[in-house]
């Protein structure tokens, strides 16, 4: 669905869209960066951990509107029934650099303040690693 939704508009190009398997944790925190954004598409989560982990490893993270992810980030989120309001958001992410910068920067402060404040050892994120490679979506 959301393949064709953005198919019909503009688009993406997906050749650089990836739907991963599972993947370990060496190489975890480098997708997270190298990502164009982290799609976490939930109905329902507890504690939603990969929001954290890649907000940590400064990945871009669009969410579903589940309690858990309001809980963590304000924005970018979607309602996960809205596959359209996904593809939107996908869109603006790659068009709109100065939206996705502002949205960035209001996420990395979010997840910030909530690991600082329950002492969350982000050290498995953390790469060798200087620079960024060519964005990709994960």
């Not at 490893?57 to 596959?83: K, M, Q, R, T």
């Not at 790659?94 to 303040?113: H, K, L």
Request: aromatic share 8%; hydrophobic share 45%; charged share 20%.
């Amino acid at each position: 669905r959301i393949r064709r939704t953005l198919e019909e508009g503009p688009g993406i190009n997906w050749n650089r869209v990836h739907f991963l398997p599972w993947v370990g944790d060496s190489a975890v925190a480098h997708l997270y960066r190298a990502a164009e954004a982290v799609i976490i598409p939930s109905f329902v989560e507890g504690f939603s951990m990969p929001v954290v982990e890649a907000s940590a490893a400064g990945g871009f993270v669009i969410a579903s509107n589940c309690d858990a992810h309001l809980e963590l980030i304000e924005a970018p989120v979607f309602p996960p029934e809205s596959y359209h309001a996904l593809a939107e958001l996908m869109i603006r992410t790659v068009r709109d650099r100065t939206w996705r910068s502002a949205a960035a920067a209001a996420e990395a402060g979010n997840v910030t303040g909530l690991i600082a404040a329950v002492g969350h050892d982000s050290a498995p994120l953390k790469s060798e690693e200087n620079g960024h490679p060519e964005h990709q979506w994960a």
